[in-house]
């Protein structure tokens, strides 16, 4: 199993909590789910229980007869001719968005005064949620899973690295030698390139293949093509496949706002908002919204017609685009392609996973664009993103004047830098921004 920094410890903590409730992961499709939990029920218990429900159908009709903990435990044990002792056993519901039941069940299990260890997991598990009303709200735990991090994919994939990076994490705000920022900066271009869907740097990692590596996530995105049209009506799959379809040139664009005129000739808001919807709750996008006002908090001041789309993981935008991954792992010529749209993927899939909020951003009559806006102890941080060496940044320049923030932040290929309130960040280190804006508040 590879290694997922946080997951583990997060895991680790349900299972010894005396008060824990059935817990429920979601993420999209190949993340790694199904191998997280039961390599984690191996490790940890002396037996695993695991039930599909979606190669299983017949395990719906436990959950329809009788709504029972025990009566299902009963049942359960009789389909795998094995009993479960709950007090040692991982019991794992696997595809529970295919069975509405199970899903309802869980309400009863939490009041159960057997405290079990049940997990639930789904592809579509967002899209589930999204549409059922009866959900047992507070009955539950919920855990995210998301392709890994450069960190996690440099603790897999190579630990001297990996060593070095946390080496230079814990220093302070000074450049890092050349010696060892280049090594970091040429292996990020290889995590751009791959990614991080567990197959896909399982395969990377072994073979150094990029043709293997391709074929890994040619069958990632056929199987999202596939859920389109089996997960939802003919009318609604025809558009979301016209909104993912659009992807790679809507990011294209020098102003990356989604525009529905790219999707379609045509196409309006009302017809394809849906479409995104369903993308969206099946964690296969990230939607990043416009700011009217950078104030506190910025959720209250989205601008809902006004967002951007990205791909949950910048290897699969990559393969979707159809570039020659070969002609771009050298140079800087990876950052500039599509006007920075790998780059600024990056961040919005890592500023997602590893913040509370969700990222938005700003924009000034037109004239000039920050490209994040975070929350961070009370403050609003502007985050300019950089692909190449220029370090012009007029958008940056006009926020600063505008609202004076606290700190200031561009993300780019260059080395740690510091002037005043501003800080460069090398883009390695994206998933660790908030430990250099704590290392600024010190110093200011």
């Known amino acids: ?232 009506t003919p009318t609604n799959a025809n558009r979301i496949q016209y909104v993912w379809n659009s992807i790679t040139s809507q990011l294209a664009k020098e102003n990356k706002k989604f525009i529905y005129k790219a999707v379609k000739k045509g196409a309006r808001a009302r017809e394809y908002e849906s479409a995104i919807t369903w993308l969206h709750q099946a964690g296969i996008i990230h939607q990043v919204y416009n700011v009217t006002n950078p104030a506190l908090p910025l959720t209250a001041y989205r601008d809902l017609s006004a967002f951007k789309i990205y791909l949950l993981d910048v290897g699969l935008l990559m393969r979707m685009s159809q570039l020659n991954p070969s002609a771009l792992i050298n140079g800087n010529k990876l950052f500039k392609e599509f006007k920075g749209s790998f780059t600024e993927n990056y961040v919005a899939q890592s500023l997602t996973k590893s913040l509370k909020n969700p990222p938005s951003y700003w924009t000034s009559n037109r004239t000039a664009e920050v490209d994040f806006l975070i929350e961070h102890n009370n403050h609003i941080i502007p985050i300019e993103v950089k692909s190449g060496k220029t370090t012009r940044s007029r958008s940056l320049a006009e926020y600063n004047r505008k609202y004076k923030p606290a700190i200031r932040v561009r993300l780019s290929p260059l080395n740690i830098d510091t002037d005043g309130t501003f800080i460069n960040i090398p883009i390695f280190y994206c998933d660790k921004l908030e430990v250099f804006i704590n290392k600024m508040d010190r110093l200011n």
Request: neutral net charge.
């Open 1 to 232: 199993m590879l290694y997922r920094q946080n997951i583990e410890e997060s895991l680790n903590s349900w299972k010894e909590n005396e008060k824990r409730k059935p817990l429920v992961i979601m993420g999209a499709r190949q993340v790694g789910k199904t191998t997280l939990i039961q390599s984690f029920g191996k490790a940890k218990y002396e037996d695993v229980a695991y039930f599909n429900f979606e190669l299983n159908k017949e395990l719906h009709d436990f959950f329809r007869l009788n709504i029972s903990p025990e009566r299902i435990i009963e049942n359960l044990t009789l389909f795998r001719r094995r009993a479960i002792d709950v007090t040692k056993t991982l019991i794992i519901f696997d595809e529970i968005q295919e069975c509405p039941e199970a899903l309802t069940s869980l309400k009863y299990f939490q009041e159960e005064n057997v405290k079990y260890h049940l997990i639930a997991a789904g592809s579509l598990l967002g899209i589930t949620l999204g549409q059922k009303r009866s959900f047992p709200v507070g009955k539950v735990e919920f855990l995210d899973l998301n392709p890994l991090s450069y960190e996690e994919y440099l603790r897999n994939t190579n630990e001297k690295l990996y060593q070095t990076y946390v080496h230079f994490l814990n220093e302070d705000l000074a450049k890092i030698p050349m010696a060892f920022f280049e090594p970091l900066l040429e292996e990020f271009k290889a995590y751009m390139i791959c990614g991080g869907m567990p197959e896909p740097v399982s395969v990377f990692s072994e073979s150094k293949d990029i043709g293997k590596l391709q074929k890994v996530q040619d069958q990632i995105l056929r199987s999202y093509r596939l859920d389109f049209s089996k997960h939802t």
